[in-house]
């Protein structure tokens, strides 16, 4: 069985994402389950949500996962054969950064998102707190502009001045990304159906 090492968790803590190697889908489920259980699994490929074509700023084609999940997790069976990037920015940062008023604001304001759970409601604030996580950021670019206003406009443009980190993923590599904290997304390829990644959604507790 893997272990997030203290120094995994150190990272988690730092950057908001960390890489780990695993020899197997059950291996990574064993190391998984040391943080939450696994909401939802679900095999797919090396390639951007659809709905990200609704989005004409390329800078902002990152989004968050399901408000109940805390954490994601990404296992890579078959690597994307061009060598195309998982793409990650903070959306923490950009939200400390902004006045206190504004701050408060976004914690009132809220965002519509894809129910995948019985009992999920409509919308979700764009900040607020869960899983013992204060200002958890919630984003999801093709809702920006559903009730913007110039708080939410403030946030949108502090998060496109972030710079994106890219994360190209090797076979037998997990990706874990906090989702309190991270953006993430996929850069596009022709020959993405030729990968194949194991995504995990853990609602966690800790």
């Excluded at 797919?44 to 399901?66: F, G, N």
């Excluded at 972030?162 to 390829?189: C, I, T, W, Y």
Aim: aromatic share 8%; net charge neutral.
């Amino acid at each position: 069985m893997s272990n997030l090492s203290l120094h995994l968790r150190r990272r988690l803590v730092a950057h908001g994402w960390a890489v780990f190697d695993s020899e197997s889908d059950r291996d990574t489920k064993l190391t998984l389950d040391q943080l939450g259980e696994t909401a939802h699994r679900v095999r797919l490929p090396h390639e951007p949500d659809p709905r990200v074509l609704k989005v004409e700023d390329e800078t902002m084609r990152l989004h968050s996962a399901h408000p109940r999940v805390r954490w994601v997790a990404w296992h890579c069976v078959r690597p994307e054969p061009t060598g195309r990037s998982v793409l990650l920015k903070s959306a923490f940062e950009p939200f400390k950064d902004l006045p206190a008023g504004t701050q408060e604001a976004l914690r009132q304001t809220t965002m519509g998102f894809s129910r995948n759970f019985d009992g999920d409601p409509e919308r979700c604030p764009v900040a607020r707190e869960a899983f013992g996580h204060k200002d958890w950021v919630f984003f999801a670019p093709w809702f920006w502009r559903e009730g913007a206003d110039e708080h939410l406009d403030a946030f949108v443009a502090k998060l496109q001045a972030m710079p994106v980190e890219k994360v190209r993923l090797l076979e037998g590599q997990v990706l874990l990304v906090d989702n309190a904290r991270m953006l993430h997304g996929f850069e596009p390829s022709p020959r993405s159906r030729e990968s194949l990644l194991i995504r995990r959604w853990i609602a966690a507790h800790h």
